[in-house]
Structures are given as structure tokens and as C-alpha cells.
């Protein structure tokens, strides 16, 4: 019914940077691509970073914060992640999130029950 696709992920060395990009297709009504997530071999799953529908909200994870930069093209139905200054802690398969709501406030970006919609991951790897 709802597809979302990761793309651009790959193998680049410390300090490079990545565009990553998220397309909902399928029965997308009131689908909204919202948020990124990650996930580190042999740890759990955890926020990246979330926008609002009309782009006039952030999140950002402490980790990434000054590096990496949401954005999102709601014609396109896409949503995209500009990872600048990468570190080999980054390494992760990244996840698209969607969401039904227009956005969040405080840790309800970072809550994955507000997220019915999971792309299939795109894996960054960060080499030292």
C-alpha cells in the first residue's frame, strides 16, 4: 500500500559527507515522510532527526547536531538527510520514517510509535 525507499548511502571516509534521500509512493495520503532513524550492528535503533510538514519544525539528535541537515520537498513526496563531517560512529543502516501527524513537540520526535511507515534501510558506512 505504502512504500518508502532510501537512497544514497555508502562507503566514505571520515569527514566526508552524504545526501541521503527518502521517497513515499503507493496510497500516500495523510503518509508523511517525517523522520530519520539508525541502527549500529549489535545496538538498538534510535533517533536521528524529524520535520515538520510545513518544514517550520526540527529535531536533531545530540549526536549529529551542527552536522547533519533535514529537509524535506512535499510535492515530491520526498525527504532528505545531509550528513556533513562524518564520523566512523555514524556508521548505521539509516531508516525513513512516515507519519500521520504533521509533526511533534519535544521527545515525540523521537517516539517510533508515532512513526506506521518504515522504509527497508539504506546502509552508511564511516571507514577511520
Known amino acids: 500500500q505504502v512504500q518508502l525507499v532510501e537512497s544514497g548511502g555508502g562507503l566514505v571516509q571520515a569527514g566526508d559527507s552524504l545526501r541521503l534521500s527518502c521517497v513515499a509512493s503507493?496510497?500516500?495520503?495523510?503518509?508523511?515522510?517525517t523522520g530519520w532513524f539508525r541502527q549500529a550492528p549489535g545496538k538498538e535503533r534510535e533517533f536521528v532527526t524529524g520535520?515538520?510538514?510545513?518544514?517550520?519544525?526540527?529535531s536533531y539528535a545530540d549526536s549529529v547536531k551542527g552536522r547533519f541537515t533535514i529537509s524535506r520537498d512535499n510535492a515530491k513526496n520526498t525527504l532528505y538527510l545531509q550528513m556533513n563531517s562524518l564520523k566512523p560512529e555514524d556508521t548505521a543502516v539509516y531508516y525513513c520514517?512516515?507519519?500521520?501527524?504533521?509533526?511533534?513537540?519535544?521527545?515525540?520526535?523521537?517516539?517510533?510509535?508515532?512513526?506506521?511507515?518504515w522504509g527497508q534501510g539504506t546502509q552508511v558506512t564511516v571507514s577511520s
Open positions: 520514517a512516515a507519519a500521520n501527524a504533521l509533526g511533534f513537540s519535544g521527545t515525540g520526535w523521537a517516539n517510533e510509535g508515532h512513526y506506521p511507515y
Open positions: 503507493g496510497r500516500t495520503f495523510s503518509v508523511r515522510p
Open positions: 520535520i515538520s510538514w510545513s518544514g517550520g519544525s526540527t
